[in-house]
Nanobody
Framework: QVQVVDSGGGLVQPGGSLRLACEVS????????VGWFRQVPGKGREGVSC????????YYSSSVQGRFIISRDNTKNTAYLQMNTLKPEDAGVYFC?????????????????????WGQGAQVTVSS
């Protein structure tokens, strides 16, 4: 059984940093795409960043490019999203998800329908 557990959310002041973690069990993350999505009340789920290993593609949405960094520690079967210089508009619930290798993460962005396993979400609040 695959489990995805998101952690690391919290309250941070504008300009601050947070690191989200996505711990996966039941599959070897080496062979899967990892994606991060953000959901804000009243809006759809937005693809923020992803890493597609077979294609060696990493993607960042224009709103986070240059501030967020996606990474993976395959020894821990965990992915991370380092979020720097946070802005109030970065706030939301962040979800990590996995997709089969080669799917879900493209140079044009994420395709949420390709993702099979989702974390429970981590709340990020950016406020002074």
């Amino acid at each position: 059984q695959v489990q995805v557990v998101d952690s690391g959310g919290g309250l941070v002041q504008p300009g601050g940093s947070l690191r989200l973690a996505c711990e996966v069990s039941g599959i070897n993350l080496d062979y899967y795409t990892v994606g991060w999505f953000r959901q804000v009340p009243g809006k759809g789920r937005e693809g923020v960043s992803c890493w597609n290993i077979p294609g060696r593609i990493t993607y960042y949405s224009s709103s986070v490019q240059g501030r967020f960094i996606i990474s993976r520690d395959n020894t821990k079967n965990t992915a991370y999203l380092q979020m720097n210089t946070l802005k109030p508009e970065d706030a939301g619930v962040y979800f990590c998800a996995t997709a089969d290798a080669g799917y879900g993460c493209y140079t044009r962005g994420l395709v949420s329908g390709d993702y099979d396993h989702w974390g429970q979400g981590a709340q990020v609040t950016v406020s002074s």
